[in-house]
């Protein structure tokens, strides 16, 4: 495991403990644990699922991703290949989703 | 003259309208009661009519029969709720209402149009849904003349409301192929966007365990991104394909699309709420009961009826200026048919999930928890009845809405 991983606590699944601690340069290790190395496209996913859980509080839905961004569910498997919700949240540092119940 | 408004007549719009009629002075107070409905339908009976276990005339009443006596029933569809203005437009005549304090209890239903090629040719064909009266009804008529193949079961996104029925329509399933003798040449496979049976660990292990016991085929994981109507075969994002003889199809469920066009949904057209107060989020004479809301409890009738606890108080207290109780816990407490006259049942909240061991109850219990059993059935035959006399009348259940940790081994 990397310094950097290392430094920070993650859950027993593999989410960040606490999302205030995460960097790009964290994401970027996470990511290439789940093997997966990011593009521009992988950001666009990224920062917005930061921002929505900066003003909402939680990981955002697929739906949510696909209606507000220009990545389609399509491309969101492509990138986060099996499942895209978990894994975008955990490469954006934040917590499982709890999507549904 | 206050005016109360409830939007939506079904299970969560018609319990509260009977409470509130209790609680509210008339002489201040009158109740309003809309829905573009004039049958009242007890869902839960859908999972059943598909196998003849239930006939379709014993699921409907008609609504007025619940309204209480100093209540108003509208029936007409809803055009628009403005919520800064306290006003609702009516599609019928273009009645508009002036509201003092307003109950969202519009529900939630499904919406086959949003998966690519569920709603086209092979709609109510051999691609059926059981969550409408008009789809369990047409899919009980397919499954009487139906000789055998390949059954497909899918869900295609979460939430869904009782979230437990697509899993006791595959128990059942397999009961009814048996019971025709046919069920040697039936397959069965169950397709869930979920990493296993259910979304809480305990329960889904065991869930999980009874549909492999039964030989029901699991494919975990599984999000549908379209159906090719003419070959018989979904299609999953990540490249897998299943091809059906039948295709039992639980679509997308969404909220009313009046909350969507009144810009007071989310990305579904749930009501953002407070999910121990149920009040809105944003408007703070706006209540929510039910499947309508957010709050990340089951879409489950017995839910909306723990609500109803902490609804009337709350909306007491918000009329006499006191401070709001956050008393709802997210309790769910929900029968599973198991087929062969069994039954499961779990107890459950927002902190704590399924456990085994025992729901005491008076008089009827106790319940075995996460475990078969033949009382575990009885509770859920015994639910229709408690739904007509007891729920929807707001009438108090003999059980406490606040989950417990009595008799649940962690
Ligand atoms: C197959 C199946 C099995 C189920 N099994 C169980 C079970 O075992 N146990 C359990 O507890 N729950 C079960 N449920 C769930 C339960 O039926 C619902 O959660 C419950 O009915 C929700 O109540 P509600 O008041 O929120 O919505 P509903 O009862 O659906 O009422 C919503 C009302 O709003 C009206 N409405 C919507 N839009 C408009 C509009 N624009 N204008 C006017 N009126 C409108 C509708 O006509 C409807 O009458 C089951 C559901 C299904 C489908």
Redesign the interface.
Known sequence: MSKLLDSVKFDADGYLDDPNQWTEELAKEIAAREGITLSDRHWVVINYARNEWKTKGEAPTLRNITKNTDVDTKELYGLFPGGPGKLAAKVAGLHKPTGCI | MKTFLVLGAGTGGTMMANKLAKRLDPQEWKIILVDKDETHYYQPGFLFIPFGFYKPEDVVKTKKAFVPSNAEFILSDIELIEPDANKVTLTSAKRVIQYDQLLVATGTDIRPGEIEGLAGAGWHQNIFDFYTYAGSVALSKFLSTFRGGRVVINVA???IKC?VAPLEFSFLADYYFQQRGIRNKVELIYTTP??GAF?KPKASEMLGGLLEKKGIHIEP?F?I?DVDAGKNVIYS??GREISYDLLVSIPTNMGADVIGRSGMG???NFVPTNKYTLQSQKWPNVWVIGDASNV???KAGAVAHFESDTLIENIERSIHGQALQETFDGH?NCYIETGFGKGLLIDFNYETEPLPGTYPLPVVGPFSLLKESTVNHWGKLAFKWIYWNILVKGLPMPVPSRMSMVGKRA
Do not use: G, H, I
């Open positions: 996104e979460m939430p979230p979920l990493s979304t994981d999000a991104s994002y990540d989310d990305d579904l990340p409890a089951s769910v």
